[in-house]
């Protein structure tokens, strides 16, 4: 998600329902703003999202992850939980530092429109989100390696291997079927009885 900074104004419209309470750098929001600010060259610039919750708590975020082009900043903000760990209003406001002689400056404090982040869906018997999440962690956990084990499975499974033994033993069954039945009789016996065809007869002396 992109948004682009007017002056000293960011709009928040696009994203000003998207938090949930309890989420963890789920979100990324692309904030582009101009590079230079009067004589002052942003890029070179500490950026900083601070975040006012509803109950009145300040959390704060650096962005570190940015670039600049010959007239823009684009700053990539991956939203920190810190920002949705209570439901409600949110107030925001960027802010911009400059260092100059071991002392900090600020340039620019971006106004920004409050956005909302939603309550969790928690029933009356269900346990606290931070537990939910554990459980529901563990059961995709589980279930992903399970999946991972049966694929893996099914990965190392030679169908090659398994045809070529099969090959070998139709071989072997007809080498064993193709010798003739060897048969060891007396010769009265053998005078005697009824000879059976592909059969080896073997005379041996009467006892």
């Known amino acids: 998600m992109e948004v682009f900074a007017k002056g000293k104004n960011i709009p928040t419209y ?7 309470q309890g989420e963890r750098s ?50 990539k903000w991956n939203v920190s939980g810190d920002f949705t760990i209570n439901s409600g209003k949110l107030k925001l406001e960027l802010r911009v530092y400059y260092r100059e002689n071991d002392e900090v400056h600020t340039i620019i404090k971006y106004n920004m429109p409050d956005v909302y982040v939603k309550p969790s869906l928690n029933g009356k018997n269900g346990p606290l989100p931070e537990t ?16 991972k084990a049966i694929q893996e499975k099914i990965d190392g499974f030679d169908i090659d291997e398994v045809k070529e033994r099969l090959d070998i033993m139709e071989v072997n069954n007809s080498v064993y079927l193709a010798r003739p039945e060897v048969i060891a009789v007396t010769q ?7 000879h059976k065809k592909n059969s080896l007869y073997v005379i041996i002396k009467e006892k």
């Open 26 to 75: 789920a979100d990324i929001i692309n904030i582009v703003v101009d590079r230079f600010y009067n004589d002052t060259d942003l890029s070179r610039c500490s950026f900083l999202m601070t975040g006012i919750t509803e109950d009145g708590w300040e959390v704060n975020q650096v962005i570190s992850s940015r670039r600049a082009t010959a007239d823009k900043v684009y700053l």
């Open 188 to 194: 009265k016996q053998y005078d005697s009885c009824e």
């Open 132 to 147: 939910s999440e554990q459980i529901v962690g563990n059961i995709i956990f589980a279930t992903d390696e399970g999946l």
């Open 14 to 20: 696009s994203f000003g329902n998207l938090f949930i």
